[in-house]
């Protein structure tokens, strides 16, 4: 078991490389003039060359490469052209609440969409399993922002039952930073009032965000439920007389979601590179509004180390799963 | 002799599309989406001589009737600048079904020639190009996409560039499994047997055979890339105004809710609507066309 996650967290460096070549070309090959754009219409020639050396943009290809990687391996992810701010502050201070946003999505997407794919497997054709079709078509056609808007209208601007943005409110002092996730900090810290705050600003992102995912869960385990109730050791029990509610929370389920893991891990990534939109929508401060005021600017070493902070986060998740998928399965582990 | 081989073959093609067909009319989603799909389409090649307020999708406005609530004369209400929200959204069809399509085209064309030469090839030239292809696939193409845009400087063309960019590694995978299968098959055997080159058999005997799944995934990702596109116009790099994008009208609206949500519920109403038409119709053709998805 050892080995096997190990060759799995060895096989991630050749990806990181490659990723911050493909990030390295588009934020330095690909734009025009970035120096020029920094310095601004006014700037002089003279200007600009020192801007140019002051960020080292006048060295051969390779050595800025060399740099920005070497910087990377420390922590460096570059300086923000406009702001000057180091980009690895920003990110830190921004990404508990992505993955706060994130994970939580992911929770209310499994949390409801494997009980319901379940449910419409075993409802196969009948009209629980052609509602529940015909919402996730709909679910997954729904462009996340709409939603959000959508939810925005009703929830807080028409019925006023939840707060309209942001994270947690500007006048009080968020719960002491532990895990830098606000749910997890005031239950540690006992502050129930600041936990009931915290939910109430998470639920619309979190509900906007999870809709696709929740629909795509749904379907996979229903495909996933309905292949192994055709299964030999499902007849057999089904012979031997079990009753259905065992065969299928007995036998079905945990065979059943194991196919569902791998989409979960793909999604994962789906969801972190769908929290700009939401996050834009609800003003709630993660990488992802950080990532988009950025682009308003054509500041992209920000954008850049946003995608580059995700790629990472998405392969790392995708290891977890393989693990995960090796303890629930043993036979994956010895291939 | 060879024109009754060539009869049968074609009356056995024609009777397979046929049974095809009855199967897709037989699923009621996929017949409501096919006529979604229709609409949009139907506006999408007349949607600019439909709008009831042509000047406003110029770009023309009436600061005389802003924010007018729906009503007969302006069934979707008027914008901000007093424009007719109803002529913005009919006009916004064919910039996102256009950018939709060419962002699906490019990403196939570019997916099928390395899945292709992936595939066919094997050897090294298969392990560079899946790899690369799939390093892409680990950024999410939402971000890939923000990134090379952000780097290119907005514009229609620069976003169906950088969308498109990102689009590809999926038909890559796709093609080069389906390529490595059909490249055993027994016709491909025969073609090779009687001297054919390999240039000939990818493109006459391979490529033709592997149509279907393609099909299936480009018409499964339309809706996805409208929605890219919508995504990427919303967080304020795509089509620029006063070309009426959904995406764009959208971002725009946000700033007046929800005392004139009539300004963003019917262009996102729209996005939905041709997104689900969409999806409901790629449902059905891979039910139909894809035999290992159906159940």
Not at chain 2, 93 to 103: I, L, M, Q, R
Not at chain 2, 255 to 269: E, I, K
Request: glycine share 8%; proline share 6%; aromatic share 12%.
């Amino acid at each position: 078991m050892l080995r096997f996650i190990l060759r799995r967290i060895l096989l991630i460096l050749p990806v990181l490389i490659g990723m911050t070549i493909i990030m390295f070309v588009i934020a330095r090959v690909l734009p025009g003039d970035p120096v020029g754009l920094a310095a601004g219409p006014n700037a002089t020639r003279a200007e600009i060359e020192a801007l140019a050396r002051e960020f080292g943009l006048d060295q051969p290809l390779w050595v800025q490469y060399w740099t920005y990687l070497s910087g990377l391996v420390q922590g460096d992810f570059g300086t923000s052209l406009f702001s000057r701010r180091p980009v690895a502050t920003d990110l830190a201070a921004y990404l508990p609440a992505t993955l706060e946003l994130v994970f939580s999505a992911l929770l209310l997407a499994i949390v409801v969409g494997i009980p319901a794919g379940l449910m419409a497997a075993v409802w196969r054709n009948k009209w629980p399993d052609y509602l529940s079709n015909i919402l996730s078509v709909a679910a997954i056609s729904m462009p996340r922002f709409f939603l959000g808007l959508l939810l925005q209208l009703c929830f807080a601007m028409w019925l006023m039952w939840l707060p309209l943005g942001g994270r947690f409110p500007i006048i009080f002092d968020p719960p002491p930073g532990i895990t830098g996730f606000y749910t997890i900090d005031s239950i540690l810290a006992g502050d129930w009032e600041s936990f009931w705050t915290a939910m109430r600003y998470l639920a619309l992102p979190a509900i906007a965000m999870s809709l696709s995912p929740l629909a795509t869960i749904l379907r996979m385990m229903r495909a996933s439920t309905i292949e192994v109730m055709h299964q030999d050791y499902v007849t057999t029990a089904r012979a031997l007389g079990l009753s259905p509610r065992l065969i299928v929370f007995k036998y079905v389920l945990r065979n059943a979601i194991s196919a569902s893991l791998t989409v979960i891990g793909l999604y994962f990534g789906w969801l972190l590179g769908g929290t700009v939109l939401v996050e834009t929508v609800f003003d709630w401060p993660g990488i992802g509004l950080y990532a988009t005021s950025a682009i308003v600017s054509q500041d992209f070493m920000p954008v850049v180390s946003v995608a580059l902070v995700i790629g990472v986060l998405f392969v790392t998740a995708n290891i977890a799963i393989d693990v995960l998928y090796g303890l629930i399965n043993p036979k994956v582990r010895y291939q | 002799m060879t024109d009754v081989s060539q009869d049968s073959r074609r009356s056995a093609r024609a009777e397979a599309s046929r049974r095809a067909f009855y199967r897709f009319r037989q699923s009621r989603l996929s017949m409501v989406g096919a006529t979604m799909v229709a609409v949009v389409l139907f506006f999408t090649l007349f949607g600019n001589l439909l709008a009831p307020y042509p000047e406003h999708v110029r770009g023309g406005l009436n600061t005389a009737e802003r924010f007018q609530a729906p009503s007969l004369a302006h069934p979707f209400g008027t914008n901000e600048l007093g424009q007719d929200v109803l002529s913005l959204v009919m006009a916004g069809t064919p910039v996102s079904v256009a950018a939709g399509f060419a962002v699906v085209l490019i990403g196939t064309v570019l997916g099928v020639v390395v899945g292709a030469l992936a595939g066919f090839n094997g050897g090294w030239i298969d392990d560079v190009l899946m790899r690369f292809s799939d390093l892409m696939l680990t950024i999410p193409s939402l971000i890939l996409a923000m990134a090379v845009a952000a780097a290119l400087g907005p514009g229609f063309v620069n976003m169906i560039i950088a969308i498109a960019l990102s689009w590809w590694p999926g038909y890559a995978r796709l093609v080069r499994g389906e390529v490595l299968q059909a490249r055993e098959e027994v016709y491909v055997a025969a073609a090779r047997a009687i001297g054919a080159s390999p240039a000939r058999v990818l493109f006459r005997h391979i490529l033709p055979n592997i149509v279907s799944p393609v099909i299936v995934k480009m018409s499964l990702d339309m809706g996805f890339a409208i929605l890219t596109v919508a995504a990427l116009g919303f967080i304020g790099i795509g089509v620029r105004p006063p070309t009426p994008e959904w995406g764009t009208l959208l971002s725009i609206a946000r700033n007046y809710m929800p005392d004139f949500w009539w300004t963003a519920v019917f262009p996102g109403l729209a996005m939905f609507l041709a997104v689900f038409g969409f999806n409901l119709l790629g449902d059905g053709l891979r039910d139909v066309l894809d035999p290992r998805a159906r159940r």
